[in-house]
């Protein structure tokens, strides 16, 4: 069992739980081996940190558009692609719209200028507007959803078939992710305060952590084989040890609004996202076993808007992209707090083609980066789709 015990001092270097952290099972290793080390190396001291972060945003200043999807059932202007995910291998991109549809995309073709009109290799519709997709890294055709009704579908991506539904939530479900040590296992949290643990060989939850307020976001540790965080909308972030689910493993607190996304930067760095327009970088050594972890927040990022939408949040190689509702797309870089650089989506209206200006309500609604390559898929509330790679 882990300790119970109060810590009154700041420093919380004495935590004898940290094993979480970098608790792996063979199915983490295979997921990691073939990323980039340097995220998991430290930087000897602040400088040396400070000095390869400036060298690491000399490297790009701009995104360069690389590709556009062309679909004309995307472009109207109900459909907000609020969801974003690559198969294992990054040949495809399935696409979830508030309109009850996921759209899978053959990804080498969305780059092709001479193509009119991008076609679907596949189609799944639901009964209710869509939150949140997720595909499986191992089991290729596994892909995950979660809509406004509180479902939970498993989805055979290669034909487009329902394998099973998952009702347990009494409310909207807003999140879903597949653990990285058990590619059987995935989560989903949802506004009846929940966050359940599924298997895809059970029919029920095999668990249920029960939370303060609404979960606007779940994650699992691609790093940890127990290690699971979620943002909530009491502001806070709360992590947990699988293990032991009776009390949070660390629960972070800073931000001034809901937390509606966060992502693992590595083993140790947590990256989130708030409507209070920022982005915060935790260091989860940092943290406290019992109360609010106040000291956690290592860096907050600024400079994107975001006050009221689901934006979106994608980490790869120390990268971190999100998006704006000035309808542009931020990249930062995990050691400075100011943007790389970010790209304007036209603020088009999607029926008669006309320039609606900066004032026109649209945003950038999800975004994914592509680890075979420098590339950023974005989305906005207009259902166009960019390719956009920074150079």
């Known amino acids: 069992m882990r300790s119970q015990n109060q810590h009154t001092d700041t420093t919380v270097a004495a935590r004898s739980d940290k094993d979480v952290l970098k608790n792996l099972n063979r199915w983490c290793h295979l997921t990691n081996e073939n990323e980039n080390p340097s995220i998991n190396q430290k930087s000897d001291d602040l400088l040396g940190a400070f000095f390869k972060g400036l060298c690491k945003f000399a ?110 939530h009494q409310k909207r479900a807003w999140s879903v992710d597949f653990s990285q040590a058990d ?34 976001c779940v994650q699992f540790s691609g790093y940890s084989t127990h290690l699971l965080v979620f943002g909530s909308a009491d502001y806070k972030i709360y992590g947990y040890d699988l293990r032991y689910t009776r009390i949070p493993w660390c629960t972070l607190a800073g931000h001034g609004k809901a937390v509606s996304y966060v992502k693992f930067l590595d083993a140790e760095n947590l990256v989130s996202a708030s409507t209070d327009s920022s982005l915060k970088l935790w260091d989860l050594n940092k943290t406290l076993s019992t109360g609010v972890s106040m000291n956690a927040c290592h860096l ?43 790209h304007k989506f036209e603020s088009i209206d999607p029926v008669t083609g006309h320039d609606m200006g900066d004032d026109s309500g649209q945003f950038v609604s999800s975004v994914c980066w592509r680890r075979k390559s420098n590339i950023v898929v974005a989305a906005n509330s207009t259902g166009s789709l960019k390719l956009l790679q920074m150079v």
């Open 300 to 342: 907050s990022f600024t400079g994107h808007t975001n006050e009221k939408n689901f934006v979106g949040l994608s980490v790869l190689d120390g990268y971190i992209a999100c998006g704006s509702e000035t309808n542009e797309v931020f990249a930062y870089y995990r050691s400075l707090p100011f943007p790389v650089t970010s």
């Open 59 to 168: 490297c790009y200043n701009k995104f360069k558009v690389c590709g556009t999807l062309r679909n004309t059932d995307l472009l109207n202007s109900t459909n907000v692609i609020c969801s974003l995910s690559f198969d294992r291998d990054e040949d495809y991109i399935a696409a979830a719209a508030v309109s009850k549809k996921i759209k899978i995309f053959e990804f080498g073709t969305l780059s092709n200028d001479s193509v009119d009109i991008h076609y679907p290799v596949a189609e799944m519709s639901t009964k209710s507007k869509l939150s949140c997709i997720c595909w499986n890294r191992y089991l290729k055709n596994y892909l995950a959803s979660t809509d406004y009704d509180g479902v939970v579908q498993m989805w055979d991506a290669g034909t487009g078939e329902a394998l099973s539904q998952y009702i347990e």
């Open 183 to 216: 590619p059987t296992k995935f989560a989903s949290g949802s506004d009846d305060c929940s966050v359940k643990l599924w298997s895809i060989n059970d029919k029920r939850s095999i668990g249920t952590i029960l939370n303060p307020a609404k979960v606007c």
